[in-house]
Nanobody, 120 residues
Framework: QVQLVESGGGLVQPGGSLRLSCAASTRIANIYTMGWYRQAPGKQRELVAGISSGGSTNYADSVKGRFTISRDGAKNTVDLQMNSLKPEDTAVYYC??????????????WGQGTQVTVSS
């Protein structure tokens, strides 16, 4: 089973920054999209940012202008630069990689989650 390892989470003050990184334990072929999701206590998991194999990006309205997603195709990694953090950004963040295999369809891989806490 492919494992996604996340790093970079932690505790920061409002207005601070964090950079989350996600790396696969092994090379993943046929990547369709990579992204970051988050889930706060009592809330549904939501998409934060995504990036396609072609480089197109998509952001949740709540993070536009503050977060930036990037990927390194050669290394199969995806990062999330988080600036101007707010308390409402507090959540467990999950890395996601979606692959597509011709004739079979898509499949998702998930990281274990990393805690991001924004508090004074």
């Amino acid at each position: 089973q492919v494992q996604l390892v996340e790093s970079g989470g932690g505790l920061v003050q409002p207005g601070g920054s964090l950079r989350l990184s996600c790396a696969a334990s092994t090379r993943i072929a046929n990547i369709y999209t990579m992204g970051w999701y988050r889930q706060a206590p009592g809330k549904q998991r939501e998409l934060v940012a995504g990036i396609s194999s072609g480089g197109s990006t998509n952001y949740a309205d709540s993070v536009k202008g503050r977060f930036t997603i990037s990927r390194d195709g050669a290394k199969n990694t995806v990062d999330l630069q988080m600036n101007s953090l707010k308390p409402e950004d507090t959540a467990v963040y999950y890395c996601n990689v979606r692959v597509y295999l011709y004739g079979l369809g898509s499949s998702d891989y998930w990281g274990q989650g990393t805690q991001v806490t924004v508090s004074s």
